[in-house]
């Protein structure tokens, strides 16, 4: 039989995905290196602090003159604060292109959070609202209004009540500049693409 006859048979290997977590492992190494996944493990623990309380320490928010006074009740202040964490997430796969460092600042977000606020982080990991704002973002049009009409509806007010839709609207914005500020703030070094020279 001559060598060209002979077939290798591979019982369950995918080269393909292998070679891509090659490249994967390749990247984390690079970003370990260069103190990325530090950096966005810091940040998803500064960004487990951010708080509607002005009190507390961390990445706090002043909404009290900021938002009308019927709209911070503890329970409307329980809403917003689960508003403040669900931007946390989303802005960070948004906005760190880098599959790996968004995984691990996210992590590191939940992780101080199971720690830090057990109760918090239970019911906001068996909870519905999350799912509410996901499927506002998705919804298209006019974001802003979409998540502030979902606030309005997990406050339990009427979805007709613009001053609740607004209130919420405001929270997100700031949420979005907070965690957009936090996220260029990391100062991620920037590393040339995996598997490609300049």
């Keep these: 039989m001559a060598d060209n006859d002979i077939k290798i048979y591979t019982k369950g290997t995918d080269l393909s995905s292998t070679a891509n977590l090659s490249t994967v492992f390749e990247a984390i190494n690079l970003h370990r290196a260069n103190g990325n996944l530090e950096k966005a493990k810091l940040l998803g623990q500064k960004l487990a602090t951010i708080t509607p309380e002005s009190e507390k ?98 406050c339990s007010v009427s979805k007709n009540n613009d001053g609740c839709i607004a209130a919420g609207e405001t929270v997100w914005n700031i949420a979005v500049d907070l965690v957009e500020k936090e996220i260029k703030n990391a100062g991620f070094a920037d590393i040339p693409e995996i598997g490609k020279t300049k």
């Design 57 to 154: 320490s961390g990445l706090s928010i002043d909404f009290t003159n900021i938002l009308p006074q019927r709209y911070l009740s503890q329970d409307i202040m329980y809403q917003i604060k689960v508003l403040l964490i669900f931007a946390a997430e989303s802005l960070l796969q948004v906005e760190i292109p880098v599959p790996q460092l968004a995984t691990t600042a996210i992590n590191a977000l939940y992780d101080s959070l199971r720690e830090t606020s057990p109760g918090f982080f239970k019911n906001i990991s068996d909870g519905a609202a999350f799912t509410f704002y996901y499927l506002a973002m998705k919804k298209g049009g006019n974001i802003t209004e979409n998540i502030g009409k979902a606030f309005s509806m997990l």
